[in-house]
């Protein structure tokens, strides 16, 4: 029997957010198979992975590659433990990998090369079967490789918010948004003025007596941004109520850079990162969000005006990465107010005890760079060599370690452990616990601890979420036995 595709895009989640409105897909949206025909069974969800024009504002329209016809993709809602298949139609002229960032999943369908998932071919079509898990933010991704190519993998506009939900949703708020942090037109430059180094106020408990002060290699920068696919100021508002409670996913999926942003006027209480609620929530004036990271806020509209949501630095926040957010009534222009410097700390949504048993190993990670001098790219090393090491980081399975990571670079990185959760356990010395995510920035010369329990069998990736570090060393394989 037929069934007639039950694609729900715009559903009430977003109805009443005018801005960048996601298209959404709910649960068991199905292709349709054309009468007459053998059905092969439809899928729960169709990934179409193509050319797509992005208009951030009336005069700047680029083209990229995305999901569906849009960038963002969709955001796909899954229940979690529901056993779902996903059809990939891949209709560019390059191999792809849809990776499902956050999720505990087999190898075979996270979507990696290095972990031997399969590729979707160049004009081909795969389909996955996964059980959605956990519970929260997650995303699926392009996974493949870039290099010097700055218009394949991350740098395109295959990218898109997955949601997974339980059962019992209490669904305390008035509007849930879904909001991603975007750059675009990326390109080369010898002169990178970091403005993701939110982080040197650290101790810099791992910055070298001597530093290699040859020259850096080419990073990848950009001057074009976007929250969704609107430019700050273009597309609709995001339109409040006074009294109503916001719940809003952040996603930053820039393949080079981290960002801190605030709402001016308000506080946003932090209540899950990288989807997974967090024992001590906070409200903050302005929060940070590594390259690949989520942050789900709850905002309280307690005072009305016409406000920026954006970017703290003004030059990307000027060039794009904002949202305007209108409470009714109102007529002004939008209004900024720069939050207060306040370092980003982890450990202050955290714990004072684990509910998990103390590692029974550490592994130490040290990361280097080579810099690459004048028109090369930097080389990045995990304990003295780039990928792919000689053999896999071994694990047993069943046991619980620590992870030790030494960022011996001026660069804060955002590292990434496919198919694993982890609980922070040390931020630049300060202890904390219940933190989980799978994703963390290490500070600038920082040192951060992480506890694991290997319960994923077979290879994991392990990798800084920056393109072009992942790319040029920045990454090693887990394997457990
Ligand atoms: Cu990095």
């Known amino acids: ?77 899954m229940r979690a433990g529901k056993r779902v298949s996903v059809e990939v139609i891949n209709d560019t002229d390059t191999p792809e990998l849809v990776h499902w960032h956050g999720m505990l999943i087999p190898a075979e369908v996270d979507g990696t090369q290095e972990e031997d998932s399969p590729f979707v071919p160049a004009r081909g079509r795969r389909r996955f079967e996964l059980t959605p898990g956990p519970v929260g933010s997650r995303w699926y991704h392009s996974h493949a490789m870039a290099m010097d190519d700055l218009r394949k993998g991350a740098y395109t506009g295959q990218f898109g918010f997955v949601y997974v939900d339980d059962a019992n949703h209490p669904g305390q708020y008035d509007q849930e948004l879904f909001l991603t942090l975007r750059d675009w037109e990326p390109f080369f430059t010898a002169t990178m003025d970091d403005e993701d180094d939110d982080t040197h106020h650290g101790p810099l408990l791992e910055k070298p007596a001597t530093l290699n002060t040859d020259p850096d290699g080419l990073e990848v920068s950009s001057t074009t941004y976007s929250i969704n696919d609107k430019a700050l100021g273009a597309g ?30 308000h506080k946003m209480k932090v209540i899950a990162l990288d989807g997974n609620p967090v024992p001590t929530p906070q409200a903050l004036d302005s929060i940070f969000i590594g390259a690949g990271e989520r942050v789900d806020v709850i ?37 900024w107010i720069d939050p207060p410097k306040v370092p980003w700390d982890y450990t202050v949504f955290g714990a004072a005890t684990s509910d998990l048993p103390t590692p029974q190993q550490t592994i130490e990670l040290m990361f280097e760079k080579i810099p690459g001098g004048a028109g090369k790219f930097n080389l ?27 960022n011996r670079t001026d660069d804060a990185h955002p590292m990434h452990l496919h198919r694993h959760l982890w609980e922070l356990a040390e931020i630049n010395g300060k202890k904390t616990a219940g933190v989980f995510k799978d994703t963390v920035v290490v500070p600038y010369y920082g040192r951060v601890a992480v506890d694991f329990t290997a319960d994923q069998p077979g290879l994991a990736l392990f990798h800084c979420h920056i393109q072009q570090h992942m790319d040029y060393g920045f990454k090693a394989l887990f394997r457990c036995a």
């Open 380 to 406: 990045w090393l995990i304990n003295g060599k780039p990928y792919p090491h000689e053999r896999e980081f071994a694990l047993e399975r069943g046991t619980r370690y620590r992870l030790v990571m030494r």
């Open 1 to 77: 029997m037929n069934r007639r595709s039950l694609l729900k895009l715009g559903s009430m989640a977003l109805a009443q957010a005018g801005v960048a409105r996601l298209p959404i897909f709910a649960d068991a949206v199905s292709q349709q198979a054309p009468t007459g025909q053998t059905p092969e069974a439809a899928a729960d969800y169709m990934i179409r992975i193509a050319p797509v024009a992005v208009e951030l504002d009336r005069s700047h329209i680029l083209s990229t590659i995305g999901y569906n016809g849009t960038s963002p993709g969709p955001v796909l809602r």
């Open 299 to 335: 905002v309280e509209m307690n005072h009305p005006g016409i406000w920026i949501l954006g970017s703290t630095e003004r030059p990307i926040r000027e060039s794009g990465l904002g949202v305007v957010v209108e409470y009714s009534g109102q007529h002004r222009q939008p209004q």
């Open 236 to 265: 609709e508002p995001l339109r409040v109520r006074e009294g109503q409670r916001l719940l809003i996913h952040f996603l930053n999926a820039s393949a080079i850079e981290n960002r801190r942003v605030a709402l001016a006027g």
